[in-house]
Nanobody, 120 residues
Framework: QVRLVESGGGLVQPGGSLRLSCVAS????????MAWYRQAPGKQRELVAR???????DYADSVKGRFTISRDNAKNTVYLHANSLKPEDTAVYYC??????????????WGQGTPVTVSS
């Protein structure tokens, strides 16, 4: 079993910054892909950014140049640094990881979500 704990969400003014963190724990043998998704009210969940084992990254066009995803494998943690926040970034942000568990089986896990509200 693998558990994700997210933190760092909250209320921020337009133009402000936040850092989201997600710590994975449990029966982890290898951390594979790690990512952040978001879901705004009335909209589908969308990929924000992902980072592979190789540290290659992908970003949604809407956040390129403003958000940065990073990972610390020693801490089983993925971060999302969000700068120049806009009201349209308001959403619940979900952490996602794909791991190999201790049996060597792939496992996909979602966090519980952390809300981000960008408003003056």
């Amino acid at each position: 079993q693998v558990r994700l704990v997210e933190s760092g969400g909250g209320l921020v003014q337009p133009g402000g910054s936040l850092r989201l963190s997600c710590v994975a724990s449990g029966n982890i043998y290898v951390l594979l892909d790690m990512a952040w998704y978001r879901q705004a009210p009335g909209k589908q969940r969308e990929l924000v950014a992902r980072i592979a084992m190789s540290f290659n990254t992908d970003y949604a066009d809407s956040v390129k140049g403003r958000f940065t995803i990073s990972r610390d494998n020693a801490k089983n943690t993925v971060y999302l640094h969000a700068n120049s926040l806009k009201p349209e970034d308001t959403a619940v942000y979900y952490c996602y990881v794909k791991v190999l568990d201790l049996s060597g089986d792939p496992l996909e896990v979602w966090g519980q979500g952390t809300p981000v509200t960008v408003s003056s």
